[in-house]
């Protein structure tokens, strides 16, 4: 071979072996990569090719599929009782994916996940039409429709767990939507997208989960378990170093209780009934900023938590002193979801120990074998047995003679705090009305709730959380305990 046609051959062979490389890097590299991508038309076209796996609540799907014409997807998501359930469920839409548990559990409700390879080879040989699995969730239905129908025309959230096992049981925001008006790829679909994005309410943003607000006095709930876990007080009826009027520290401002209420010295478990700031401030700068940040992320405070949809971190700051007190009362740069303000009620409940807050059960195959359980699992231990008792006693005086009285069920022992949150430039919005929760039976705690109300509608005196939230939260427990 001449000089020339050597070159020549050299030269094609290092196309061909740059082709070869750059073919197997796309098919084995980036091929999980390019195939996700979202402008990958063919996924979302594949997604609706068949009828999709569903969602299921007490044993009943709260989905469905669709056949559709006139377009490339054969069939789109359809949801029953879409608004109530689209904070559990999320959306799937043909022109603009998924969220949550549809985007989350894709592959088992498409087939496509690896745990479904055998049941797709099956059907391979069988020749059965391929059909995606199922997500079984924790969720109650009748809670579910309590905390909904609760919130009504209110904006705001609610979080239900199961404190024994972190299962979640209710998670409701309002203003809500309905998936099924952009689930297609036609015109109407795109202005329902539009409408939602540009609606100022906010009806897509899971306030259970995505908004954080100040918590209010329902956080004096983790001050007090921060002043007898580090033994500032053992005694939850004897009487508190707790000056009326108690200065700021490093500040000339008092601050101020609400109304004239028997605070000055008050026991600890007087002062959650009375919500008195002044006993609960104190505490946070006697114990100082570190330990209540300490106490605060036993709790779950400063991490996003997966149930498995992320809910973003609450947060407790690290703060010079002044701003510490008022944390410690949940003002100042404090901030919880409602779910993590939940999981306060349930670790108070279940004896001292969080439980991991979850909401898929179990996963199936198409066939209805069960290819996943779930095993609970304890988060953290933010207050010793012994410790968690007196808190139960404090909270449960709250609500037999205190200011969670609109909480109490017949026959059952309920503990709760309310909580008025005040937020804006000095304090210049309406106030959000808390309530956190929970219900005890002869079988220990089946439920533990926390409610918050954006209601701005409402008088500004009017609002309270004992008054706009406590109610909520009691027919989210009945419906629970009645569902036993």
Known sequence: ??????????????????????????????????????????????????????????????????ETKGSDFKYKR??????????????????????????????????????????????????EKKQGGNVVTTLNAAAQKAAFQGLGDKKGAVAALDPQTGAILALASTPSYDPSTFAGNSNSDT?????????????????????????????????????????????????????LPWQLPQSSDNLANEGNIPCENASLKEALRMSCNTVFGKISDDLGNQKMI??????????????????????????????????????????????QMAMVAAAVANDGKLMQPYMVAERQAPNLDVIYTHEKEQLSQPLSGENAQKLQQMMETVVKSGTGTNALIDGVTVGGKTGTAQHGLNNSEKPYAWFISYAKTASGSPVAVAVVVEDSQANRDDVSGGGLAAPIARDVMKAVIDNK
């Open 1 to 66: 071979m001449n000089k020339p046609l050597r070159r020549i051959a050299i030269f094609c062979g290092v196309l061909i072996l740059a082709l070869l490389v750059r073919t197997n890097y796309l098919q084995y590299v980036r091929a999980d990569e390019l195939n996700t991508r979202d402008e990958n038309r063919r996924v979302r076209i594949e997604r609706y090719a068949h009828e999709r796996g569903n969602i299921i609540v007490d044993g009943n799907p709260v989905t469905s599929s669709v």
């Open 78 to 127: 359809a949801w029953k009782n879409g608004p109530m359930w689209a904070p559990v469920t999320g959306y799937s839409s043909q022109a603009f994916d998924a969220s949550q548990l549809e985007s989350l559990e894709d592959g088992i409700l498409t087939g496509n996940d690896d745990q479904l390879f055998f049941d797709r080879t099956l059907s391979m040989f069988t020749g």
């Open 191 to 243: 202005k329902a997208w539009q409408k939602l994005l540009k609606d100022k309410d906010k009806p897509m943003l899971n306030r259970a989960l995505r908004e954080t607000y100040p918590p209010g006095s329902t956080f004096k709930v983790v001050t007090a378990a921060a002043a007898l876990e580090n033994g500032l007080y053992t005694d939850i009826d004897g009487k508190t170093d707790s000056p």
């Open 294 to 339: 300490d106490e605060a992320n036993k709790f779950g405070f400063n991490k996003e938590i997966f149930t498995p949809v992320r809910a973003d971190a609450s947060i407790y700051p690290k703060d010079n002193r002044p701003q510490n007190a008022m944390a410690g009362i949940g003002q100042a740069s404090n901030r919880a979801t409602p779910l």
